[in-house]
């Protein structure tokens, strides 16, 4: 291809690295970035300007490529590759455990501990006692017992891991019965029957999708039968002519044939929902009272700490679990041990982990507070421009999210955003877009915020948001 004249001449100013870097040298911006970071920044700005100019860029003029131009453009570049990808964002969707924005917030005590022992020696794996080597899991044991009930505790990486552990343990080439309305698929491609491939168990599953009985079970256990497993369906209901068996049958049965009965949770609860308006979830209590030999459950749904798989259980099958190599490709890191442990002690006293756990402060959130926060909202919005923002208070609902209570719908009060002349999907993008990013729903061409996932400093940076969306439109 023949370059034209304007493109050799323009290809000719671009001007070098060392050029560029030198110029940079006057720069303060610059000061604290390691030389690798801008030589790259500068080298990917070179290119791409001189990717323009054969493509025969129309935007691309000599003014495109003077050095004050150029160093804008690097210092943008620089700033991108500084910037840290994990980052904080704005959660107005009202989702309160949302897997994809990072599930559970910690409560302040826990975030504490982290950053305290994350600098220090512990005694993570060391017996203070005995004065030698001792087991990681210990350090969280007696307060998962005692909340629990169990006789033992352990815990690992996340639940999909306590699951596969636990069948790995118990049932390697043996049968596990399960009913087919259980075998779930939760969000993030955890399959039951996949897992219990993984631990090379053998798949028996029973009754029908929606109606499973206790003699299901009993015809198809033989004597190659390891273990009864019940699955919570977690982001899943069935209504209508349904029947299930309860865990309670279920360790009955098991009893009677000396098969070990074990209950994956999914998300797991300590306290009762019920007493808070809410629906019914199991609570590990529960499950534990009821027999079961193992119940597992995650440490960042509903339970409100950091990403763990909780096992508890007997403790005779819980020594096998522990002894099992699998654990230690499944272990828990000592920042989530260290978090984990203040949040299970907050569930001491009841009424101090609905008000310090952030997920349970969440979701029992009374409407009042989020028709305050809400109006509140609203009001500072209209301080920006009242002519070009249209503003409403609507009935709304919040999910509990991370496949838990699916048909809940918490009453909620939302604020639904449009901008004159702007589409809705336009503000959002502008919204995602916004640093820090704020993410909230579209619905009926509106943008919607539900007050009751926001936190405290939230309420700033979405009005400065909103400030800079309208000088731009
Ligand atoms: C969420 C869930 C899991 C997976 O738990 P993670 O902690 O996300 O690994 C497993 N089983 C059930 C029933 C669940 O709801």
Redesign the pocket.
Known sequence: MKLSENQQKMLQTLPGVDYVLELFKTVPFFENIPKTVIVNSIRKTLESRRKSILAADLSIDEDSLSDDRIIELVETAVKKAMALNLRHLVNATGVVVHTNLGRSLLPTEAIENIAFIAGRYSNLEYDLDAGKRGSRYSNIEDILCEISGAQAAMVVN???GA?LLCLDTTSRDREVIISRGEL?E?GGS?RVPDVMAKSGSILKEVGTTNRTHLKDYENAMNENTALLLK??R?NYSVIGFTAEVSLKELVELGNQHDTLVME?L??GTFIDFLKYGLVKEPTVQESVAAGADVVTF?GD?LLGGP?A?IIVGKKHVLDQIKKNPLARALRIDKLTLAALEVTVRLYRDEAIAVRRIPTLRMLTMNIKEIEQRASKLMENLKKIDAFRLRLDLIEHSSKAGG?ALPLLELPSKCLRIQIEGLSANTLEKNMRKNSPPIIGRIEDNAFIIDPRTLQDDDLPIIESAFENVLKRA
């Open positions: 996340n639940n999909a699951v779930v939760i955890f699955v919570h977690s994956d999914g998300s995650s749904k990403q798989g496949g």
